[in-house]
């Protein structure tokens, strides 16, 4: 039976519920929302549901050895989920630091903006209609040809001081992004054979967040 951890039960979190309950419905959820009320709302149960009210990064930290490899994520709150959780593992008696990625990572992408230290890139100016199958060679919303994979691009990138990791976000079903827990947990193994700095990004085919870090 499938296992899937829904990270954050806002307005994407109970879309995702839906589109996974749609498609399998025998899967055992886990919602994990640090607020309490949002688990009390809308939830649709049929099937296997847990809910859990925790930080979703640190819900995934303290279970790091009861999640398996085949267990999914759905990040569905507005942080960088794999990054935190990463930090939460680099950290040792200081709490790893948190740099700026590069300049040149993303340049001539049609969209590129950094907020905070968080690094937002994606193929698309405009907002993606929230039930986009990702078409793997062309835009749903405007039919022109793209190219390749955001993540794909991402590892091509050359010249960067340091390592940089991508976790790619598969589409389970249009608009329901994940990764199956193995792929966070070859993420830190990667962190703690090359050192800092060391840059993250979770990306899908058109979008993507990239975060520093550095430690000790």
């Known amino acids: 039976m499938k296992r899937i951890f829904i990270v954050g039960y806002g307005k994407f979190g109970k879309s995702a519920l839906s589109r996974i309950r749609h498609r399998w419905t025998k899967a055992e959820v886990w919602l994990i929302d640090s607020r309490p009320e949002s688990l009390v709302e ?16 640190r819900f995934l930290f303290e279970n790091n050895t009861a999640i398996n490899d085949t267990d999914w994520v759905i990040p569905a709150l507005p942080r960088h989920l794999a990054f935190e959780w990463l930090r939460l593992n680099m950290q040792t008696k200081t709490a790893p ?22 690094l937002y890139l994606s193929y698309a100016d405009f907002v993606c209609p929230d039930n986009c199958p990702a078409p793997p060679h062309y835009c749903f919303k405007t039919k022109k040809v793209r190219p390749i994979p955001l993540w ?12 940089l990791a991508v976790l790619e976000s ?17 993420i830190l ?3 703690r054979k090359t050192g800092p700095p060391f840059y993250l990004a979770t990306a899908c085919r058109c979008h993507g967040v990239v975060n520093g870090l550095t430690w000790l």
């Open 97 to 118: 630091g948190i740099l700026t990625p590069p300049a040149t990572l993303g340049e001539g992408l049609p969209f590129r903006k950094i907020f905070g230290r968080n």
């Open 42 to 57: 809308g939830v649709n149960k049929r099937g296997s549901l847990i809910r859990v009210v925790s930080d979703g990064p």
């Open 189 to 191: 193994e990667m962190a």
């Open 170 to 186: 598969r589409q389970l079903a249009p608009g329901l992004g994940g990764f199956p827990f193995k792929d966070l947990r070859s």
């Open 152 to 163: 794909e691009g991402l590892r091509a990138h050359q010249g960067l001081k340091g390592t």
